[in-house]
């Protein structure tokens, strides 16, 4: 009777030793878990900072170069008035100074059609383009079509 008293707490052992080793491993593989995640996240925090500050720095030297792109071309443009002679300088200052009448603010916006006469087909005419004898000669080949 010893004998299974003691056979039963050597069971009874293992049964529970199994029982707290599952409990405790479980609370690693979470703990281990976690710590990745919390190892993740900030890695993709630093990575986002990183990302924020390249175009908030690509921003700035952008902006560098604008200005600096203003400066060269007022630069060129006082240059070009002081050496450049009235005579070797652009058609479109010429034209300024042959007409200092000239307004920004009438120009015509441009069309994105053709004008047409009133006796003329449109652009979008199905007849548009043909002569009289290519149009008459399609019509009949359009009207025995229908028929077929």
């Given amino acids: 009777m010893d004998l299974l008293i003691i056979l039963g707490a050597f069971v009874a052992g293992i049964v529970v ?32 900072n990183s990302v924020n500050e390249h175009f908030t720095r690509t921003a700035d030297l952008i902006e560098t170069m604008n200005k600096n792109y203003s400066e060269i071309q007022s630069h060129l443009m006082q240059g070009a008035e002081l050496l450049v002679s009235p005579e070797y300088r652009l058609e479109s200052e010429q034209m300024t100074q042959l007409n200092p009448d000239a307004d920004d603010n009438n120009l015509e916006v441009p069309k994105d059609w053709a004008p047409k006469k009133a006796d003329q087909k449109g652009t979008l005419s199905e007849g548009f383009g043909l002569s009289p004898e290519k149009e008459e000669a399609e019509t009949t080949q359009d009207s025995s079509q229908v028929r077929s």
């Fill in 17 to 48: 030793g199994f029982i707290l080793l599952k409990a405790t491993s479980g609370d690693n593989d979470a703990q281990a878990l976690r710590k990745k995640l919390e190892e993740l996240q900030a890695e993709h925090q630093g990575y986002q």
